[in-house]
């Protein structure tokens, strides 16, 4: 599946999609015409979507994206006429990650924008995986309603979500938007290249991105770096990718009761990572004491 939903999305005009990123529109006096999803799959098509035709997909496409509804396409413009030959409305453009990930997280209503998004990246992506699991469970201890994105498993609170990986820049603004609309507080996702594509995070602006591995200066500005630039969010400037501390480990140690030195670690990234989105220590102190009492 690679769609923003109708049910999450906000109504949009191809007139305001044209103007707004750049767009031509043909025919012109279309520009009323209100699509209500984005779709760049045609099995993932549903009434009123505005099917996107990827550069390496047939012409033929088009027309099976209009027989399951779709009120318009967007194509490069050498297809222009293939367009036409859909019969709907088309906007002719060749959008580079950033802008379809813009486009889609206008329809999806920004939905990273009411959620604290939280992104672990590192190494090895079954560690990923894990440091993203500890880190969920810590925000939910200190009381947050809380979604994953992850190839070992996605979800949205308490359910799960049931997805194709690796995940491309539509399924995530989908899986922000269905956990948004659940009530989601904060979001993790977990970098690798088994749960995202390159650019899939293209259209969502970051808080904080940790990792569990122990770099020096340079290597934390490069893996911030090269993070960034391979799946395309946005974040603060002045953010730094947050490691382990003196402090988290400290609070980590007296809190856990297990041994595992890496059950440690996780758990010491998960509260440094807390700690950089402004929770305050005295509220993650009563959480880790609650959670020990609870054991």
């Not at 279309?30 to 009123?48: E, F, K, L, N």
């Not at 090895?124 to 994953?148: C, K, S, T, W, Y």
């Not at 088994?194 to 650019?199: F, K, V």
């Not at 770096?225 to 002045?238: A, H, L, P, V």
Request: aromatic share 4%; hydrophobic share 40%.
């Amino acid at each position: 599946m690679s769609a923003v939903s109708e049910s999450i999305s906000r109504r949009v005009t191809l007139g305001y999609i044209a103007s707004h990123y750049g767009f031509e529109l043909e025919p012109r006096f279309a520009d009323g015409v209100t699509v209500t999803s984005v779709a760049d799959t045609p099995d993932s098509v549903r009434p009123g979507a505005l099917y996107v035709l990827r550069d390496d997909e047939e012409p033929s496409w088009l027309s099976v994206a209009v027989s399951r509804g779709a009120y318009a396409v967007l194509v490069p413009p050498s297809m222009a006429a293939s367009a036409r030959s859909a019969g709907v409305p088309a906007l002719l453009a060749t959008p580079d990650k950033a802008t379809l990930g813009a486009l889609a997280a206008d329809i999806a209503g920004t939905p990273a924008n009411t959620m604290a998004v939280f992104v672990v990246c590192g190494v090895e992506d079954d560690e990923i995986q894990a440091d993203v699991v500890r880190v969920a469970d810590f925000l939910h201890m200190l009381g947050n309603p809380v979604g994953i994105v992850s190839a070992s498993g996605s979800s949205s609170l308490e359910r799960e979500l049931d997805m194709s990986y690796p995940l491309g820049i539509l399924d995530i603004q989908h899986l922000l938007a269905v956990c948004s609309e659940d009530g989601a507080a904060a979001m993790v996702i977990s970098a690798d290249s088994q749960t995202l594509r390159p650019g899939a995070l293209e259209g969502v602006n970051v808080d904080v991105l940790g990792t569990i591995e122990q770099l020096d200066r340079g290597g934390s500005q490069r893996a911030f770096k090269e993070t960034r630039q391979r799946y395309g969010f946005s974040i603060d400037e002045q953010k730094r990718l947050v490691t382990c501390t003196e402090e988290s480990g400290w609070l980590a140690g007296q809190a856990s009761a297990s041994r595992d030195l890496q059950s440690q670690r996780r758990l010491s990234l998960a509260i440094a990572m807390a700690m950089d989105a402004g929770v305050r220590r005295s509220n993650i102190r009563n959480a880790l004491r609650v959670s020990k009492e609870m054991r």
